[in-house]
Every structure is written in structure tokens, then in C-alpha cells.
């Protein structure tokens, strides 16, 4: 009980509450860990929209999304609370990066192996699942909140020890975040082309992932792999007009 008090006490800490509010100082701490989150996001961006293309319907998409953000919040509470033992958890990182190449193997074996009866086979389990495949969505948004939320989660912690201030950053960064993710679901839907993209973003993601494990302490700098993904985007986008020129 002690330890429970120790970790999660200063979120129900009014003057800490009334302390942060009040100071421009810390507001400006805030704004910065706002950008480090949506810096650090762009990927977990990238894997969200994948997901929701699941779903058959954009309100559906949004919908899942929708949900997932107060899961996301609830989640980030959480972890902000365990952020000092968060450095033991590599674990999850391997089982997040490992989850993401299959569902790269997945989407490019449907893709390229998945003739008529796959299809088919695809369709009927849609129908039979409905609603629950829709959970099923909302479950894999969570599960990924969950693992790119670790590094989010440490960098903040560096820059503040106090985990209020964190959780402000980390709530608003959240809500941008989801702009970003609707953004490229919405996109993905009038260009075709980027849904194979995202796929090969979410294996070089996972790639990134797996590399910052202790055992192999590889971080790539989140400019450097905002600006691979902007110049991914954009050839992705050259390509679609010269397809559609060429029709």
C-alpha cells in the first residue's frame, strides 16, 4: 500500500495540481514535452492508421480511435506512475517490435497470397465476428499505447521529475497524436499507395524498436526518423500521381 502511495500520491496532490496550473515555468516545461511526445508518436501514428483499415467503415475507424484514446489515457496514468522501473521492462519492446513485423507478414501475404479463396475465407470471418472484430481493433490501439508509450513516457521523465507536469504533456501529446492518426486514416483511404507504405514504415518501426533493447542501445534520433518518413510520404505520393497520370 505504501509503494502504491509513493508512485500514484502526487497525482491526488491538490497543491501540486494548483502549483503547476499557476506557473508559466511549467507550462513551458509542458510544451516542450507536448513536442517530444508528438515527435515520438509520428510511428505510433503510422501504426494506428494501419490498424483501423481493418475496420470496413470510416466511422468505424474513428470510432476505434475514439476509444482508444481514453484507453490511452488511462494507460499513460498508469505507466507515468511505474516511470522509475519502466527501464526494466526491454521485455516489451522486443514483444512490441516482434507484433509489428507480423502484422507486416500478414498484411503482405493477404496481399500478394491472398487470391479468391483467402478472400473469402476473410470476408465470411468479418461477418461472423462484427462487433467483436471491432474490439479486437480498439484492443491492438491499446496494446501499442501501451509499448511506444515507453520511450515517451522516460524522455519526459528526464526532463521533469514531476509526474503531474508528465501527465499533462503526455495527455495533450495523446490528443495530437490522434489528429495525426485520422489524418493519414483519411488519406489512406483516397491513396491507395500508402497503405503498403505504412506496412513497410511499421517493419523499419519495428526494426527501430527492437534497437533500443539494453542489450543492443541503438536510438535513432526522432528528427532524423521524422524526416525518413516525410521523404517515404512524399515519394509514396510522387508515385500515385505518376500511376494516376499514367491510367
Given at each position: 500500500?505504501?509503494?502504491?502511495?509513493?508512485?500514484?500520491?502526487?497525482?491526488?496532490?491538490?497543491?501540486?495540481?494548483?502549483?503547476?496550473?499557476?506557473?508559466?515555468?511549467?507550462?513551458?516545461?509542458?510544451?516542450?514535452?507536448?513536442?517530444?511526445?508528438?515527435?515520438?508518436?509520428?510511428?505510433?501514428?503510422?501504426?494506428?492508421?494501419?490498424?483501423?483499415?481493418?475496420?470496413?467503415?470510416?466511422?468505424?475507424?474513428?470510432?476505434?480511435?475514439?476509444?482508444?484514446?481514453?484507453?490511452?489515457?488511462?494507460?499513460?496514468?498508469?505507466?507515468?506512475?511505474?516511470?522509475?522501473?519502466?527501464?526494466?521492462?526491454?521485455?516489451i519492446?522486443?514483444?512490441?517490435?516482434?507484433?509489428?513485423?507480423?502484422?507486416?507478414?500478414?498484411?503482405?501475404?493477404?496481399?500478394?497470397?491472398?487470391?479468391?479463396?483467402?478472400?473469402?475465407?476473410?470476408?465470411?470471418?468479418?461477418?461472423l465476428?462484427?462487433?467483436?472484430?471491432?474490439?479486437?481493433?480498439?484492443?491492438?490501439?491499446?496494446?501499442?499505447?501501451?509499448?511506444?508509450?515507453?520511450?515517451?513516457?522516460?524522455?519526459?521523465?528526464?526532463?521533469?521529475?514531476?509526474?503531474?507536469?508528465?501527465?499533462?504533456?503526455?495527455?495533450?501529446?495523446?490528443?495530437?497524436?490522434?489528429g495525426?492518426?485520422?489524418?493519414i486514416?483519411?488519406l489512406?483511404?483516397?491513396?491507395?499507395?500508402?497503405?503498403?507504405?505504412?506496412?513497410?514504415?511499421?517493419?523499419?518501426?519495428?526494426?527501430?524498436?527492437?534497437?533500443?533493447?539494453?542489450?543492443?542501445?541503438?536510438?535513432?534520433?526522432?528528427?532524423?526518423?521524422?524526416?525518413?518518413?516525410?521523404?517515404?510520404?512524399?515519394?509514396?505520393?510522387?508515385?500515385?500521381?505518376?500511376?494516376?497520370?499514367?491510367?
Amino acid at each position: 500500500m505504501s509503494l502504491l502511495e509513493e508512485l500514484y500520491g502526487p497525482f491526488f496532490d491538490l497543491r501540486n495540481w494548483e502549483n503547476v496550473i499557476t506557473s508559466g515555468q511549467d507550462w513551458l516545461i509542458i510544451f516542450s514535452l507536448v513536442m517530444i511526445e508528438c515527435l515520438l508518436s509520428v510511428d505510433n501514428a503510422v501504426v494506428l492508421a494501419a490498424q483501423t483499415r481493418v475496420l470496413p467503415t470510416l466511422k468505424e475507424q474513428e470510432e476505434s480511435l475514439f476509444y482508444g484514446i481514453w484507453g490511452s489515457y488511462l494507460f499513460r496514468f498508469l505507466i507515468i506512475g511505474l516511470g522509475t522501473y519502466l527501464i526494466n521492462f526491454w521485455e516489451i519492446k522486443v514483444i512490441g517490435a516482434a507484433y509489428l513485423i507480423y502484422l507486416v507478414y500478414r498484411f503482405f501475404k493477404n496481399k500478394f497470397f491472398g487470391h479468391a479463396q483467402t478472400r473469402q475465407v476473410r470476408n465470411r470471418a468479418a461477418g461472423l465476428t462484427g462487433r467483436k472484430r471491432f474490439w479486437s481493433v480498439v484492443a491492438q490501439i491499446e496494446l501499442m499505447d501501451i509499448i511506444f508509450s515507453v520511450d515517451s513516457v522516460l524522455a519526459s521523465l528526464a526532463i521533469s521529475s514531476n509526474p503531474v507536469i508528465v501527465l499533462i504533456g503526455g495527455m495533450i501529446g495523446i490528443a495530437c497524436m490522434r489528429g495525426v492518426a485520422e489524418v493519414i486514416m483519411r488519406l489512406m483511404r483516397r491513396i491507395p499507395e500508402l497503405e503498403p507504405m505504412a506496412y513497410f514504415l511499421i517493419f523499419i518501426i519495428a526494426i527501430k524498436l527492437f534497437l533500443t533493447i539494453p542489450a543492443i542501445d541503438i536510438e535513432i534520433p526522432s528528427s532524423i526518423f521524422g524526416i525518413f518518413i516525410l521523404l517515404v510520404f512524399v515519394l509514396t505520393i510522387v508515385v500515385h500521381l505518376v500511376r494516376r497520370k499514367t491510367k
